[in-house]
């Protein structure tokens, strides 16, 4: 039951171009939105998280945006850095549940 | 000064064996979890303990226990252990659980559990 989802499991952009992440969700309780980064061996890391109440977050490079009415959320980086390159795991809360996707993993070329 | 730490990183047994992970975190949270990734590399929630309450029990199979000797511990303890619990075990923890149910969390770096 994949009530979060994310399509891509990989992305490939250039260095100083946008990077777009997406994830979609199907549970109408989910109203608390977070992105974490996973480097290889490590636990994933806090980046950005967004409440239902509103419809964009922004945080140095990073933006969340989220369309309530489409239950879907997207992770902008701009400019994109070599070290971004990471999997990128979408987790939605509500209602005492938290579900991940599966990840994205972002290759940043310089 | 690592803030969430797991032992052992790694840890390969054979079935039928019971074995523990200890988690640790010096961030003063209240609240700690643990996590299962699995081979499709889905998170998938476990157990989450607020102040040596269990407030979060998924349906894990009872050979899974969680063990909360303080707020600053949260060990797991496996009995009887399958090949389907080969995965990678991640400890986390947060302060407070949230007015929507979570709040940002401080993952650990991981126990790759291999059953054999």
């Known amino acids: 039951d994949q009530q979060v989802k994310q399509n891509s499991p990989s992305l490939s952009v250039q260095e100083g171009r946008i990077s777009i992440l997406n994830c979609d969700y199907t549970?109408?309780?989910?109203?608390?939105f977070l992105w974490y980064k996973k480097y290889p061996a490590e636990g994933p890391t806090f980046l950005i998280s967004i409440s239902s109440i509103k419809d964009k977050n922004e945080d140095g490079r990073f933006t969340v945006f989220l369309n309530k009415s489409a239950k879907h959320l997207s992770l902008h980086i701009v400019p994109s850095q070599p070290g971004d390159s990471a999997v990128y795991f979408c987790?939605?809360?509500?209602?005492?549940?938290?579900?991940f996707g599966a990840g994205t993993r972002l290759t940043v070329k310089p | 000064d690592t803030a969430v730490s797991q032992t052992p990183k790694y840890l390969v047994t054979q079935m039928g064996n019971d074995k523990s992970i200890k988690c640790e975190q010096n961030l003063g949270h209240d609240t700690m979890y643990w996590y299962k990734q699995d081979s499709k590399k889905f998170l998938k929630i476990m157990f989450s303990?607020?102040?040596?309450?269990?407030?979060i029990n998924e349906t894990v199979p009872n050979r899974f226990s969680p063990k909360s000797p303080d707020k600053a511990h949260l060990n797991l303890h496996i009995n009887s252990l399958e090949l389907g619990d080969s995965a990678v075990y991640f400890c986390?923890?947060?302060?407070?659980?949230?007015?929507?149910?979570?709040?940002?969390?401080?993952f650990g770096p991981g126990t790759r559990l291999t059953v054999l």
């Open positions: 987790a939605a809360s509500g209602n005492n549940d938290m579900r």
């Open positions: 986390a923890s947060s302060q407070g659980f949230g007015t929507s149910g979570f709040n940002e969390q401080f």
């Open positions: 549970n109408s309780m989910f109203d608390y």
């Open positions: 303990y607020n102040n040596k309450e269990l407030i």
